[in-house]
């Protein structure tokens, strides 16, 4: 998975707490993403980083925030966990933006209850 | 606005022939258009790429090939086998936007 692991790889959390997802990369890359995958929607894309504190949103922003302190982590954040945030997160990164190759990691499968 | 349509959505071969999955795309300034196959438990992988100063690209089993004016991409697989069986997704990139879109994924099975 070219570098890259997610932490934690399962949770299980109750509606309305916090929870945050972390990335990590060794490949020195510039460029982060999240992304959560649905049945029937492929891959979304939620937020993502064009360097140390620089962010963007992505198509299914609303309800996460991220930050990037450091080149190697990425964070993704639920400030408030809904059902409707069930799914599996894949972190990716990329050396530069559009042309080129996004590398994912294993994924974290999130649970609301 | 910005999409990719992916089909089909499940298909089913017989080991050893061929498979062929088919995207298209809305953005005419779209320049790059990767493949990635995702196995159980796992991350997407890329497979291959085709950027779009070519109609067709090779990699062993693998092709994909590119049609601009008609905003269309396929990827063939030949000779499949058991080790094919996975989740495909297409993407394009949408670079005014800085980001790649993701088609909906086509669920490959190999039969015996």
């Known amino acids: 998975d070219a570098g890259i692991t997610q932490s934690p790889r399962h949770k299980v959390t109750e509606t309305g707490t916090p929870v945050t997802l972390r990335c990590h990369q060794t490949?020195?890359?510039?460029?982060m993403y999240w992304y959560r995958q649905d049945p029937g929607h492929g891959l979304r894309l939620i937020h993502y980083s064009y360097g140390v504190k620089d962010t963007d949103k992505g198509e299914v922003s609303d309800g996460y925030s991220v930050s990037r302190s450091k080149t190697e982590d990425f964070l993704l954040t639920l400030e408030s966990a809904t059902s409707s945030q069930t799914s599996v997160y894949f972190c990716?990164?990329?050396?530069?933006?559009?042309?080129?190759?996004?590398?994912f990691g294993p994924g974290t499968r999130l649970t609301v209850l | 606005g910005e999409n990719v349509e992916q089909h089909p959505s499940t298909l089913s071969v017989q080991e050893g022939d061929s498979a062929v999955i088919k995207c298209t795309y809305s953005d005419s300034a779209s320049n790059y258009f990767p493949w990635y196959k995702q196995e159980l438990g796992k991350g997407p992988q890329l497979i291959i790429d085709i950027r779009s100063n070519v109609g067709e690209k090779k990699d062993q089993r693998i092709a994909v090939t590119l049609n601009k004016t008609a905003k269309h991409f396929s990827l063939h697989i030949t000779e499949t086998q058991p080790e094919d069986s996975a989740v495909y997704f297409c993407?394009?990139?949408?670079?005014?936007?800085?980001?790649?879109?993701f088609g909906s994924g086509t669920r490959l099975s190999i039969r015996p």
């Open positions: 993407a394009a990139d949408y670079s005014s936007a800085s980001k790649i879109i």
């Open positions: 990716a990164i990329s050396e530069g933006q559009g042309l080129d190759t996004q590398y």
């Open positions: 490949e020195n890359h510039r460029y």
